[in-house]
């Protein structure tokens, strides 16, 4: 087995152990390890041997390869469709023969996509996007002038809604093919707002690698190739950019930076209408799901304290896509987690749940928070254990 990330595995078994509801010396007593060595493997200063892995393992209830990787993912239709979505894109510039409807058809399905995208419907999104996107590397292979260009737009857009499952179930290499697919569909498209589009999305493999300064560079570099903000999707697109850098410099601890992008986003999206664009909600109230989702990557407590007063004053609407509202009542439970509340914190993940389940099962940072929440816990709240087991956090 290989040897595992400490720090990673420390946080495990201490949420394992939450979960059981045993102390270190119980579990001492349960597993013949010692409990020096439990604390020193919890602290993330010792990489446990097999046989010791195995014994803490057996003790709590699970296997080392759960300790070690995580508990074991739901099966699920979207996993076994993936391979379908591989074979899709494999041969992307060199389609198989076969039949291409209208454009206009083609476009009634892409709308329907990248609706199932935003309001988190990722299961029906899976099984209909392989042929989809067959189908459009067909019709741009096939057509030439304005033609190739709205076949190729109509593609980026479609490649995004594949990614989001890609991403969300965990298949990052897909993802950043997926990625870069976009990316050379919004070229063959020469449109600079569906460019910026695509490098909105690419953050996710930055965010995915851990490589934040880069990616941060890239959000600058796409906001400078943007040409005179004279339409409303550019407009957009620009304060994309910045929603998702403001992000990234929050992550990365960079206040000033992260405030600096959220003004800006601020003042280009008061300039637009809320709603999608290329597939992105922009508009003043994604500004404010970002506000709190920078407070959240800041982590200051000041910061947090006024994010969390200021949800008492403001809900995202129902206008705005499933994923978005649900993303920040996701955030909205980070904080309370973070400020040391993780009975607030439940309340916030169910309501997100109640709005996009999909969305929020299959989130990272949710199942994050969970097994947090169940070390704050120690276990003993029923509806921090049942969340953070249907969300397979422990």
Request: aromatic fraction near 4%; charge should be positive.
């Amino acid at each position: 087995m290989p040897a595992p990330n400490a720090p990673t595995l420390g946080l495990r078994l201490e949420t394992a152990r939450a979960a059981a509801r045993l102390s270190r010396r119980q579990l001492s007593e349960l597993s013949g390890v010692s409990p020096s060595m439990i604390q020193k493997i919890g602290d993330g200063e010792r990489h446990p041997s097999d046989q010791v892995l195995g014994a803490l393992a057996n003790a709590l209830g699970t296997t080392p390869e759960e300790l070690v990787g995580g508990p074991v993912r739901a099966d699920s239709r979207v996993h076994q469709v993936i391979p379908n979505l591989q074979r899709a894109i494999a041969a992307y510039d060199l389609p198989d023969d076969g039949p291409i409807r209208p454009l206009t058809q083609v476009a009634a399905d892409v709308k329907a996509s990248v609706e199932d995208r935003v309001q988190s419907q990722y299961v029906r999104l899976s099984e209909q996007a392989p042929a989809l996107l067959a189908e459009l590397f067909r019709a741009v292979d096939s057509t030439r002038g304005s033609e190739r260009e709205q076949a190729a737009r109509l593609l980026a857009l479609a490649a995004r809604s594949a990614d989001a499952v890609a991403y969300k179930y965990g298949y990052r290499d897909l993802s950043a093919r997926l990625v870069e697919l976009m990316r050379w569909a919004a070229e063959t498209a020469a449109d600079p707002a569906l460019d910026a589009a695509a490098a909105y999305v690419r953050m996710e493999t930055f965010f995915a690698a851990q490589q934040l300064g880069p990616g941060l560079r890239s959000l600058q570099a796409a906001v400078d190739r943007l040409p005179s903000l004279q339409t409303e999707r550019l407009v957009a697109a620009a304060a994309a950019l910045h929603m998702r850098a403001a992000v990234a410099a929050g992550r990365m601890g960079q206040a000033d930076d992260a405030r600096a992008h959220l003004r800006e986003a601020e003042r280009l999206a008061s300039r637009v209408r809320e709603r999608l664009y290329d597939g992105t909600a922009v508009g003043p109230n994604s500004v404010e799901i970002h506000r709190l989702s920078v407070a959240v990557e800041l982590g200051e407590p000041k910061d947090l304290q006024e994010a969390v007063e200021a949800a008492a004053r403001w809900v995202p609407p129902c206008e705005l896509p499933a994923e978005r509202r649900s993303h920040y009542y996701v955030d909205l439970g980070r904080a309370h987690v973070q400020l040391g509340r993780p009975r607030h914190a439940v309340e916030s993940l169910l309501v997100a749940r109640q709005i996009a389940p999909q969305h929020v099962r299959e989130h990272g940072q949710v199942r994050m928070a969970l097994a947090t929440m169940v070390r704050l816990t120690r276990g003993r709240d029923e509806r921090v254990m049942s969340l953070a087991r249907w969300a397979k956090a422990v």
